[in-house]
């Protein structure tokens, strides 16, 4: 059986989840509410204070969901109890982040600034002129506008400029020497 799909999710006071036909699991807590459906070979059920998803047999397609439905449910539940959020660097001479009202604005070399809408349910507060917090309660959702902000301008090798994950680490190259 799969590890991660065999462990109860908790659910902590304050969180109240709903389970209905065809495995729409509701999530609902101080932060929010999210809403999913999963696959429907798997049964997910709650007992006391716990989630528990269980598999009608061991086919590979459905081990897979097993613990992936899991991990999904808890990402829920974290998410509408302490959410989630993502930090971003904005290194380079010249470059910086900025906010007006809910868009960002991006100063990244280019002839013009970068301005990007926030999407519904994800907040984005600048830290001084070179941090950029994404927030939310949503992982996936939260993840995806952190990596599209990235795409504007990602870290390059040979001086770092761009915009990186503050826990990202950048393989530094070499640069150009001169002939003898």
């Known amino acids: ?22 495995n729409l699991v509701t999530v609902k807590g101080p932060k929010g509410e ?3 459906q ?3 070979e798997l049964t997910i059920e709650e007992k006391d204070g716990h989630i528990e998803v269980t598999r ?10 097993h613990g992936l439905t ?14 989630y959020e993502k930090v971003l660097e904005v290194n380079g001479v010249g470059y910086r982040a900025a906010k007006q009202g809910k868009k960002l604005v991006l100063n990244l070399g280019y002839s ?47 001086k770092g400029k761009g915009i990186k994950y503050d826990t990202e680490v950048i393989r530094r190259k070499v640069g150009k020497t001169g002939k003898k």
């Open 1 to 22: 059986m799969s590890r991660i799909g065999r462990q109860p999710v908790a659910i902590p006071a304050g969180v109240t989840v709903t389970i209905a036909d065809g």
């Open 34 to 36: 999210l809403t999913r």
């Open 38 to 40: 999963f696959a429907h």
């Open 56 to 65: 009608p047999n061991d086919l590979k397609r459905i081990k897979a969901l």
């Open 70 to 83: 899991r991990t999904l449910i808890h990402n829920m539940v974290t998410g509408v109890t302490t959410g």
């Open 112 to 158: 013009h600034p970068v301005e990007m809408e926030d999407p519904e349910g994800i907040e984005t507060v600048c830290d001084g002129q070179n941090k950029i917090i994404v927030k939310g309660i949503s992982k996936e959702k939260v993840g995806q506008y952190a990596a599209e902000i990235r795409t504007k301008r990602p870290p390059e090798p040979y």
